[in-house]
């Protein structure tokens, strides 16, 4: 009876914490997880959550410590030290998950130039639509055809430091037009007959650096036109404003889904970025993270893993 008891407590804390998680899929938590770690924070729960759900199925097959000697002392330290091992064991499965995403990401993009229809890996000058024109960044209003926000808050809700309370991005539609001189980098260099693909930054998921940042008193009115396109009401004692920009002509990579006519589409297998910065810099960062993730995934599940089969008796 205490072995099904403590099955059952496993599986409460299980959903709890799943439960507890939820609250991460909204919208501005979603896009600057995103923008921070590179990976979609959707597949990064599933993976931690069926990590979770094999480490209970495995605990249930096995003779975890139900009952260690010692009395309540000695349970806190066992069951801690088996709470540890799946976390280690499900931070290692997250990583290798993130891995694998960034690391097609950046497969995509080494492959060079495609051109549309189908999935299209675009690189060149951004350039606006010849019904649009730039408009200012909504916090510090420089001329831009893309840009990426942030709004930090300070000691907020009682929380210590800075946290993230918004964050979004925007843009006019662009015209990806690739660069065809002589000078250029052979990772951006393109055909001569290659279609210029087009994109609405609305749709896309936008990966610019926050290059430039503002701290004030919370009291104190929110710069540029950043109120009427948010609430900036986030709490605490100090707020800081974070925003990057891509300029007119500024180079930039696009990944996504196009139509015959090179306009990236929302509703394509692949989801739109846009990203700052020639291919070949893009491709860098995206591998460089992709690395980290999968040798920090593998090191965790190396040492973790044997670790809790051996602590629930499998091993």
């Given at each position: ?56 199925l ?9 009952d ?25 499965a ?13 497969l ?40 990426a ?79 009427s396109a ?7 004692s100090?707020?800081?404003?974070n ?70 008796g499998l091993?």
């Amino acid at each position: 009876m205490s072995e099904v008891r403590a099955l059952v407590t496993i599986l409460v804390v299980f959903h709890v914490v799943v439960f507890a998680v939820a609250p991460l899929y909204s919208e501005h938590r979603r896009r600057n997880a995103r923008r921070r770690f590179r990976v979609p924070l959707r597949p990064a729960v599933t993976a931690w959550t069926m990590a979770l759900v094999g480490c209970v199925l495995l605990a249930a097959v096995g003779d975890p410590p139900y009952d260690p000697p010692g009395g309540r002392g000695e349970f806190r330290a066992v069951w801690g030290w088996g709470l540890l091992l799946v976390a280690g064991t499900t931070v290692g499965a997250v990583g290798i998950v993130g891995g694998i995403h960034v690391g097609r990401r950046a497969l995509r993009v080494r492959t060079g130039w495609t051109d549309p229809p189908g999935e299209t890996v675009a690189t060149g000058r951004a350039v606006p639509l010849a019904e649009t024109e730039p408009e200012p960044s909504p916090v510090f209003e420089r001329t831009a055809v893309c840009w990426a926000w942030t709004i930090e808050g300070y000691e907020r809700y009682g929380s210590a430091g800075w946290t993230t309370a918004r964050s979004g991005s925007g843009g006019v539609p662009i015209r990806i037009e690739p660069a065809t001189d002589d000078a250029a980098d052979d990772d951006t260099a393109t055909s001569d007959d290659a279609r210029a693909v087009t994109i609405d930054p609305d749709i896309a998921h936008v990966d610019v650096p926050l290059s430039e940042s503002r701290t004030q008193p919370s009291d104190a009115p929110a710069p540029g036109r950043l109120a009427s396109a948010a609430d900036t009401d986030v709490g605490g004692s100090k707020h800081r404003f974070n925003e990057g920009v891509i300029a007119p002509g500024d180079a930039v990579t696009v990944v996504g889904d196009a139509d015959a006519d090179g306009r990236i589409r929302d509703d394509g297998a692949l989801e739109p970025q846009l990203t700052s910065g020639d291919r070949s810099a893009v491709r860098r960062r995206l591998e460089r993270c992709a690395v980290g993730y999968l040798l920090g995934g593998v090191a965790c599940l190396l040492v973790f893993l044997p670790a809790y089969l051996s602590w629930i008796g499998l091993r």
